[in-house]
């Protein structure tokens, strides 16, 4: 175990030294952001001056890891041979890594994508898990599609009388869907169903009410 | 994973012994976790009161037994004992209270049935607040009590604070839980809570009487010889003796803490147990693991109201959920633990 300021652009991004393109990718933003001044996680541990310097080591870390031929050198100086050669980087090779060394994000991620993969019943509050999950913001997703954050909201907490008729909320959840990278398809299926029934119901509740 | 005294896996008996060792305050540490049949111990703290331990102490157990273990839930917490009352169990007669006063020796004999199928409770109850604390020699008893409970799991319900009881009780578990919200004050009392337990493991992992008496002056913040972090007090025993070094060094690796932060209420609260884990890393060189996190929810609010966990009270409840989420991840750990032992040591981390 080293101080921050010898540790290998690896510790420094904590991914394996066999960490492909994209987990590299995955494990910048969740590191970095521990070290923005203020952090909730790390202001009251690091002075301003070790943040910067952190943040600093974080940032170029992240720039030769990124870079094909300087994350070769790199390791080529180190003497590390993590088995990828700058081809078979660039090469897709699917899913996510497997095995001990694999990042600490993809280990939370294990069995919340089994939700995720869940066939069948979407609604509001599932919608929200798999945002959470990815680390967006009602806001963000906002942003993106121009809906009002209020609709967003009713969505998942499923308070079907605050969303408007059944046409515009079927496009604001496969928006929303999208936003977050998950396919409207089921989605949509899910969460209009239960947006019919809790609307039939109060049709009837009506229906009753008048009749007294 | 192994609380065991670093380079002696193994070494250590989970058998009770006759001869009762000094009330030495390393007694409790030396216990080492099951590795065979016996009981998987689960500890739930975090250093800060209303974190929202109980609850997810009381619904992780609901949870397991609801998945089909044999589940013991134990309120430690003296002086703030509520376990009870979030499994719907009414005030007890009886309560570990009974034990530490030596009333009761025979801990089984204070479990008590609660309403959900598969989960006993040992309930503490506010008897004697004079005496509340064990003694060393009653904590050991405790402790070693507890791995012979018949049970799957035996879930431990911590106080807040940072009291060498509560370090213990954290540090003999397989795996030690620590409850984080999104807010400063908890944030920093679970800094605090993680540096006095890593600080005590590694003065019990320690052999030397110099080495020894150098974490205990480490552990004092404003200690003169200027050591501030663990990376700095690695130096000075490696300078002082090359083997404790390593077994510091094997301390600081098997030490895994797991995170849980609770109430989140937005996407970046997610990330905080990243980042509590990536500071652990760069500041005290042990690495958590970030297990899981619970939504803030009102049905948990209502759930306590009712004096029901969430996990019985609304299965579907987006708290509910992730609390099952998490509870999977636990039975996934012990079965990754047993493959782990099967294929012999030596294969972790990769």
Same mark, same amino acid.
């Given at each position: 175990?080293?101080?921050?300021?010898?540790?290998?652009?690896?510790?420094?991004?904590?991914?394996?030294?066999?960490?492909?393109?994209?987990?590299?990718?995955?494990?910048?933003?969740?590191?970095?952001?521990?070290?923005? &001044? $203020? %952090?909730? +996680?790390?202001?009251?541990?690091?002075?301003? #001056? /070790? @943040?910067?310097?952190?943040?600093?080591?974080?940032?170029?870390?992240?720039?030769?890891?990124?870079?094909?031929?300087?994350?070769?050198?790199?390791?080529?100086?180190?003497?590390?041979?993590?088995?990828?050669?700058?081809?078979?980087?660039?090469?897709?090779?699917?899913?996510?890594?497997?095995? &001990? $060394? %694999?990042? +600490?994000?993809?280990?939370?991620?294990?069995? #919340? /994508? @089994?939700?995720?993969?869940?066939?069948?019943?979407?609604?509001?509050?599932?919608?929200?898990?798999?945002?959470?999950?990815?680390?967006?913001?009602?806001?963000?997703?906002?942003?993106?599609?121009?809906?009002?954050?209020?609709?967003?909201?009713?969505?998942?907490?499923?308070?079907?009388?605050?969303?408007? %008729?059944?046409?515009?909320?079927?496009?604001?959840?496969?928006?929303?869907?999208?936003?977050?990278?998950?396919?409207?398809?089921?989605?949509?299926?899910?969460?209009?169903?239960?947006?019919?029934?809790?609307?039939?119901?109060?049709?009837?509740?009506?229906?009753?009410?008048?009749?007294? | 994973?192994?609380?065991?005294?670093?380079?002696?896996?193994?070494?250590?008996?989970?058998?009770?012994?006759?001869?009762?060792?000094?009330?030495?305050?390393?007694?409790?540490?030396?216990?080492?976790?099951?590795?065979?049949?016996?009981?998987?111990?689960?500890?739930?703290?975090?250093?800060?009161?209303?974190?929202?331990?109980?609850?997810?102490?009381?619904?992780?157990?609901?949870?397991?037994?609801?998945?089909?273990?044999?589940?013991?839930?134990?309120?430690?917490?003296?002086?703030?004992?509520?376990?009870?009352?979030?499994?719907?169990?009414?005030?007890?007669?009886?309560?570990?209270?009974?034990?530490?006063?030596?009333?009761?020796?025979?801990?089984?004999?204070?479990?008590?049935?609660?309403?959900?199928?598969?989960?006993?409770?040992?309930?503490?109850?506010?008897?004697?607040?004079?005496?509340?604390?064990?003694?060393?020699?009653?904590?050991?008893?405790?402790?070693?009590?507890?791995?012979?409970?018949?049970?799957?799991?035996?879930?431990?319900?911590?106080?807040?604070?940072?009291?060498?009881?509560?370090?213990?009780?954290?540090?003999?578990?397989?795996?030690?839980?620590?409850?984080?919200?999104?807010?400063?004050?908890?944030?920093?009392?679970?800094?605090?809570?993680?540096?006095?337990?890593?600080?005590?493991?590694?003065?019990?992992?320690?052999?030397?009487?110099?080495?020894?008496?150098?974490?205990?002056?480490?552990?004092?913040?404003?200690?003169?010889?200027?050591?501030?972090?663990?990376?700095?007090?690695?130096?000075?025993?490696?300078?002082?003796?090359?083997?404790?070094?390593?077994?510091?060094?094997?301390?600081?690796?098997?030490?895994?803490?797991?995170?849980?932060?609770?109430?989140?209420?937005?996407?970046?609260?997610?990330?905080?147990?990243?980042?509590?884990?990536?500071?652990?890393?760069?500041?005290?060189?042990?690495?958590?693991?970030?297990?899981?996190?619970?939504?803030?929810?009102?049905?948990?609010?209502?759930?306590?109201?009712?004096?029901?966990?969430?996990?019985?009270?609304?299965?579907?409840?987006?708290?509910?959920?992730?609390?099952?989420?998490?509870?999977?991840?636990?039975?996934?750990?012990?079965?990754?633990?047993?493959?782990?032992?099967?294929?012999?040591?030596?294969?972790?981390?990769?």
């Amino acid at each position: 175990m080293k101080p921050v300021e010898e540790q290998s652009h690896y510790d420094v991004l904590e991914v394996p030294a066999t960490a492909r393109r994209d987990e590299i990718e995955h494990a910048y933003p969740l590191v970095r952001a521990a070290y923005e &001044p $203020g %952090a909730l +996680a790390s202001y009251s541990v690091f002075g301003s #001056d /070790e @943040v910067a310097q952190i943040c600093e080591r974080i940032d170029a870390a992240y720039q030769v890891l990124t870079n094909d031929e300087a994350r070769q050198r790199y390791d080529a100086l180190l003497g590390i041979d993590n088995g990828l050669p700058a081809v078979e980087q660039e090469s897709d090779t699917g899913g996510p890594s497997e095995g &001990p $060394g %694999a990042a +600490a994000p993809a280990a939370l991620d294990d069995l #919340d /994508e @089994v939700e995720d993969e869940e066939p069948g019943d979407w609604d509001g509050s599932k919608l929200r898990r798999a945002r959470m999950r990815r680390g967006i913001e009602i806001s963000a997703i906002a942003e993106i599609t121009k809906i009002n954050p209020n609709y967003l909201r009713a969505i998942e907490e499923g308070a079907y009388v605050e969303l408007p %008729a059944a046409v515009y909320t079927r496009g604001f959840v496969t928006a929303y869907a999208r936003t977050i990278d998950i396919d409207p398809e089921a989605v949509v299926r899910g969460f209009m169903a239960h947006f019919e029934e809790a609307r039939s119901e109060r049709r009837r509740g009506r229906l009753l009410s008048g009749r007294r | 994973m192994a609380y065991t005294r670093s380079g002696t896996k193994g070494g250590c008996p989970t058998e009770p012994t006759t001869t009762q060792r000094p009330a030495d305050a390393a007694g409790a540490g030396r216990v080492s976790p099951a590795r065979d049949g016996s009981a998987q111990i689960v500890s739930v703290g975090g250093g800060k009161g209303g974190v929202g331990k109980t609850f997810v102490a009381a619904n992780l157990a609901a949870a397991l037994a609801r998945q089909g273990m044999r589940v013991v839930a134990v309120d430690v917490d003296l002086e703030g004992a509520n376990l009870h009352t979030c499994l719907g169990v009414p005030l007890p007669n009886k309560s570990l209270a009974d034990f530490v006063a030596q009333r009761e020796d025979d801990l089984a004999k204070l479990l008590i049935d609660t309403p959900i199928d598969g989960l006993e409770i040992i309930a503490a109850t506010q008897a004697n607040l004079a005496g509340a604390q064990p003694s060393q020699l009653r904590r050991v008893r405790l402790i070693r009590s507890l791995r012979r409970l018949d049970a799957d799991y035996v879930i431990v319900d911590l106080g807040a604070g940072t009291h060498l009881s509560v370090l213990d009780y954290f540090l003999v578990a397989n795996e030690g839980l620590v409850v984080v919200r999104p807010e400063p004050t908890s944030v920093e009392n679970a800094y605090t809570f993680l540096r006095a337990a890593f600080y005590r493991r590694l003065r019990l992992a320690m052999v030397g009487h110099g080495v020894r008496q150098l974490v205990t002056q480490a552990m004092d913040q404003r200690n003169e010889r200027g050591i501030r972090t663990p990376l700095d007090l690695l130096h000075e025993i490696e300078a002082l003796d090359p083997v404790e070094g390593a077994r510091f060094t094997d301390t600081m690796r098997e030490f895994r803490p797991k995170i849980v932060v609770n109430e989140v209420r937005t996407a970046e609260d997610v990330k905080l147990g990243f980042g509590v884990g990536s500071v652990c890393k760069k500041y005290f060189g042990f690495e958590p693991e970030y297990l899981g996190y619970v939504n803030h929810d009102e049905a948990a609010r209502r759930s306590v109201a009712e004096k029901r966990p969430l996990v019985e009270f609304s299965e579907s409840a987006d708290a509910s959920v992730y609390l099952q989420r998490i509870a999977r991840k636990l039975l996934g750990m012990r079965d990754r633990v047993s493959r782990e032992a099967a294929s012999g040591p030596g294969i972790d981390g990769g």
